[in-house]
Nanobody
Framework: QVQLVESGGGLVQAGGSLRRSCVASTRTDYAMGWFRQAPGKEREFVAA??????RTYYADSVKGRFTISRDKNSVYLQMNSLKPEDTAVYYCAARFTTAQALGDSPRWYDYWGQGTQVTVSS
């Protein structure tokens, strides 16, 4: 069983930056992703990174503003130029795979972090 522990997040003004972190309790052979869910909306894909870190994938809404990276069993989401519409609970997720394919559906992932609120004020 893998546990994903998230940190970071909080409250920031529009145009500001935040960094999210997610640490997996065991293993490193998994792809990792970030999702977010705003009140009354479905969980949506934000970004993903392959197990090797060699491939990344972003939602159009965050491309050029957010950067996903990883270091062994940790994954990071650097969020710059934040907008009020980025306000949501952010979750990290993991899927055990050494393939380069990355998923943008919540169903593709096996494990989830606890989620942390990110609020961007206007």
């Amino acid at each position: 069983q893998v546990q994903l522990v998230e940190s970071g997040g909080g409250l920031v003004q529009a145009g500001g930056s935040l960094r999210r972190s997610c640490v997996a309790s065991t293993r490193t052979d998994y792809a990792m992703g970030w999702f977010r869910q705003a009140p009354g909306k479905e969980r949506e894909f934000v970004a993903a990174i392959s197990w090797s870190g060699g491939r990344t994938y972003y939602a159009d809404s965050v491309k050029g503003r957010f950067t996903i990276s990883r270091d062994k069993n940790s994954v990071y989401l650097q969020m710059n130029s934040l907008k009020p519409e980025d306000t949501a609970v952010y979750y990290c997720a993991a899927r055990f795979t050494t393939a380069q394919a990355l998923g943008d559906s919540p169903r593709w992932y096996d494990y989830w972090g606890q989620g942390t609120q990110v609020t961007v004020s206007s």
